[in-house]
Every structure is written in C-alpha cells, then in structure tokens.
C-alpha cells in the first residue's frame, strides 16, 4: 500500500485507491450468471447499461451459484432459494476471458473464505490471481486469518461495511449494536480529534485495508478525506483490535441454506 499516493498496485499492475469515495462500488457477476457461457454476456450487457466499454474492477459476487436466468433470486414452491451446481473454476476461467478481451482492467472476488481463495488459486492453467476480495470487515469483524491469508497471496482486501453498514432493513437487524457508538471508538475519536468514522476507517488502512466508505452525503465524503491527515499508535491498533466479536451485520437468511455459508468467515 502506498499511502502517498492513495493507492494499492494490485498483483495484476494495476492500481487501486486505498478508499473508495461517495457512491463508488466495483460492477460484480450476479449469482444467476456464474455458468461460464453467461459471464461475458453478463459483463457485456452491464457495460451496455453503464455506457462504457470496460470496467476498471469485475467481481464474482458469491462463492455459491444460483439457478441461471433473469430472477435475482429464483425460488421454489415453498420460498426456498434454488441455489445451481457451478464449477467456480470454470466460470473464473471465463472472468480471466474477459479480462484478455479488454472488458475488465482486472478481476476479482467477493465474500470468498481461505478454502474458496485456494480453489481458484490451485486451478490448473491459472492465467490471473483474483486482484482482491471484497467482505464485510470492520472492528466487530476484524476478518485478522483471512487478511493474512489475503496477504500471503499477494490479494488485497477490500472491505464493505467497514462503518457498520447504513442499516437496511432487509438484512440488517435494528437491535444490532452501532459500530460508531462504540465508547472504545468514541474514547479514540476524542483523544485524536477525530469522529469514530475516521478511526474505524484508518483502522483499516493502516492494517493494509482497502475500504470502501460509501455516502451520498457530501458532508461525510469531505470528512473521509480526513483519514489520510492522522495516524493511529500501535497500542491504538492493539485496543481496536481487541473489539473483534466476529460480529456480521449482513445477513442474508437465504444464504443459511447453503453448504459453504458463511464465506468470508476466518478459515
């Protein structure tokens, strides 16, 4: 990570801000789409709807497929999700087409644990390296194995709801405690004159995070800036450390069903 200049070389050569300002977040392959003859029709539709004619960052959204079609949540008889039978090295092989065609700078995972990382990684023919996985990461979540996992693979992290989430009712439970109320956050906020948001963001930062700290609020996007004027102490990193619950805030019951859930858990 070069603090310098805001930005993380992925293994790739490309480059990645270290924080994803305002309403930012990379286009990623829905869960409908993950057999290999729909990936780049996919990608090429979403360009079509975006007007542009590549992507900077493409991402396979889950490690888990779901009944190809138009349906972002195909269900039975009975509510139940139908989840698909993919070969995940199959449909990556396809992300790595895409990437040569030029559609993609670069390509990458969301919500992948160790084993599924492995998975791709030991792909016989491997062309490219997932750049990054993206996971909910945050204090309650510190995700410490499998950002050191990440590290040792030469894949960036890249966190979601690294400030607790903006609390949608739809996967969020309302009685889940407020990350940015935390007193340990707060007693830090206070000491380096600074909001919880901030620590909790340089939090991450310093431990080799890239976070994304979405807002449509202006106000908050001109504060996230703010983040690069300060450093936290290495007893500040050891304290913030020592909030990990292994706390998720998105929870999405129709994934409970499926073998691998949770997938960006520590192992």
């Not at 000491?191 to 202006?218: D, F």
């Amino acid at each position: 990570m070069d603090p310098k200049y805001q930005r993380v070389e992925l293994n790739d050569g490309h480059f990645m801000p270290v924080l994803g300002f305002g309403t930012y977040a990379p286009p990623e392959l829905w869960c409908t789409f993950f057999q290999p003859q729909m990936v780049q029709p996919a990608l090429e539709s979403s360009l079509k709807k975006l007007q542009l004619d590549y992507v900077d960052l493409y991402l396979l959204h889950f490690p888990m497929a779901l009944k190809p079609g138009e349906t972002p949540l195909p269900k039975d008889e009975n509510g139940k999700v139908i989840f698909d039978t993919v070969d995940l090295s199959a449909t990556w092989e396809v992300m790595e087409k895409c990437k040569d065609a030029g559609l993609a700078k670069s390509i990458g995972v969301s919500n992948f644990n160790c084993r599924q990382l492995e998975m791709i990684l030991n792909k016989p023919g491997l062309k490219y390296k997932p750049v990054c996985n993206q996971v909910e990461c945050h204090p309650y979540l510190n995700q410490s194995k499998l950002l050191d996992f990440c590290k040792s693979k030469d894949i960036v992290l890249v966190a979601h709801s690294a400030l607790g989430t903006q609390r949608h009712k739809l996967w969020v439970d309302p009685n889940s405690p407020v990350l940015l109320e935390d007193p340990v956050l707060c007693a830090l906020a206070k000491k380096h004159k600074q909001t919880p948001a901030l620590i909790a963001l340089r939090y991450q930062l310093q431990r080799g995070v890239v976070v994304l700290a979405k807002s449509y609020n202006e106000q908050r996007i001109r504060e996230n800036i703010q983040v690069f004027e300060f450093q936290l102490t290495s007893e500040d990193m050891k304290v913030l450390d020592g909030l990990n619950r292994n706390y998720r805030y998105v929870v999405m019951d129709f994934l409970m069903d499926h073998p691998d859930y949770p997938f960006s858990d520590e192992y």
